[in-house]
Structure formats: C-alpha cells, structure tokens
C-alpha cells in the first residue's frame, strides 16, 4: 500500500514499527508535504479576507505552487520508502559494486529531492507569511479606534513599504 492510500494512523502505525520502512526520509517528505498543503489553506483562507486586491492576488498566485509542492512531497515520502526497500532488497540478495552504488545514489537522491522542495516551500512560507499576516492585520484595522488603530495602523503602513521593496 503506497503512503497515498494509507490512512494516517495506518502510517504511524508502520512508522512506529521495527520495519525499516517507512523511515526518517519518508516521514520528513510527509511532514514537508502536511507543511505545504497546510499553507496552501492558509493563503486560500487569508486571500479571502484580504481587504486590498495585491494581498489577494499575492496569497492567491502562491496556492498553485504549494498545491505542487505537497503533491511532489508526498510523493517523495513514497519515493524514499521504495528507494530504500531497494538498498535492503540489494544488501539481502548479496549486491556489490555498481548495482549496491546506484541503490545508495537513489537511496540519497530522494532525500536530496525532498531538501529541495522544503527550501522553496521556505522562501515561498516567509512571503506567505507575512503577505497573510498583513491581510489579517487589514481586516481588523476597520474595527480598532484611537491610539490602538493609528499605533498598528502606522506599522501596517511601514510593513507593506517594506514587503513593495
């Protein structure tokens, strides 16, 4: 059963267990992947509220890219328990030189994959991130009043300088 079609108890439950696989890369790709779709409904849920039309357009042009990247990333949790079924499979069937060097080369590429989509998922979560909070923040301002709203109002206002920079 591939992670895809496992439920996530299911998954924990194997992860838990003394097989090899799942393991460590697989789990992390699944975390990263849990990460992206998570920011994903952020940005869908923020661009909602966003009250200025380039807030919206910034967390609705993101959705697209997280949407791939949770995709991609379950699928390397996928990839990682194949890549290293295929190191155990080499080692029990007695495998040396070139055919054990391409089961450890796939066996690292994965994880290598999975680094890769986590740090654009990074750069991308930081523009979410703050392009989201600034979306909340210009929801709310209608509803303060006096030294409160000019105080957070002002460093709203500085903040969206500095995010047009």
Do not use: C, H, W
């Not at 975390?31 to 039309?53: P, Q």
């Not at 994959?113 to 979306?135: C, F, K, V």
């Not at 500085?158 to 995010?163: D, G, M, Q, Y």
């Amino acid at each position: 059963m591939t992670v895809r079609d496992q439920t996530v108890g299911d998954y924990l439950q194997a992860l838990a267990s003394t097989a090899a696989v799942p393991g460590g890369g697989s789990a992390a790709a699944l975390g990263a992947a849990m990460g992206a779709a998570l920011i994903s409904m952020v940005a869908k849920l923020s661009a909602k509220k966003a009250k200025t039309a380039e807030d919206r357009e910034t967390l609705t042009d993101l959705v697209p890219e997280f949407d791939r990247l949770a995709a991609r990333l379950l699928e390397l949790s996928q990839d990682d328990i194949d890549a290293y079924r295929a190191v155990i499979d080499a080692r029990k069937s007695g495998a040396q030189g070139e055919a054990m060097g391409r089961a450890y080369e796939r066996a690292a590429e994965v994880p290598l994959a999975t680094a890769t989509a986590a740090a654009r998922a990074l750069s991308e979560l930081l523009e979410t991130g703050l392009a989201g909070a600034l979306g909340n923040v210009a929801v709310n301002l209608p509803e303060l009043q006096g030294e409160a709203a000019a105080r957070i109002e002002r460093a709203y206002l500085e903040l969206r300088a500095l995010k047009a920079q």
